[in-house]
C-alpha cells in the first residue's frame, strides 16, 4: 500500500495535485489504485476497504512510515501505529 502523486489540469486549465492510493497483490500480483483529492488518513481506510472488496483481505499489509499508519518505530524497528489505524486494523482483521 502507498500513496502517488501526479498533476492533473481540470477543463477550465487549472492545474492542481492529485493522490493515487495504490494496493498490489503479493500473491497474483492484481493491482487495486484509486484517485483522491488528498492523502489523508480517512482517504486510506476509504482506499482499504475498497481494495479488500476486490483482493479480499490479507493478513498483513507492507507500508512504509506514513505519518497516518506509523508514528515511529522503536528500537527493534517494530512499528508504533498512528492510534486510528490500529483501531481500523483491529476492526478489520488484518
Not at 13 to 40: P, T
Not at 71 to 83: A, L, S, T, V
Request: charged fraction near 20%; glycine fraction near 6%; charge should be negative.
Amino acid at each position: 500500500m502507498d500513496w502517488g502523486f501526479t498533476k492533473d489540469v481540470d477543463p477550465l486549465g487549472k492545474e492542481y495535485q492529485v493522490a493515487c492510493f495504490a494496493v498490489v497483490c503479493h500473491h497474483c500480483c492484481s493491482v487495486y489504485k484509486e484517485f483522491f483529492s488528498s492523502a489523508k488518513q480517512d482517504n486510506i481506510f476509504i482506499g482499504l476497504v475498497r481494495a479488500f472488496d476486490w483482493l479480499g483481505v490479507p493478513k498483513y499489509i507492507l507500508t512504509d512510515n506514513i505519518k497516518s499508519v506509523v508514528i515511529k518505530r522503536d528500537i527493534e524497528g517494530h512499528p508504533i501505529w498512528n492510534n486510528d489505524y490500529e483501531a481500523f486494523m483491529n476492526t478489520v482483521g488484518f
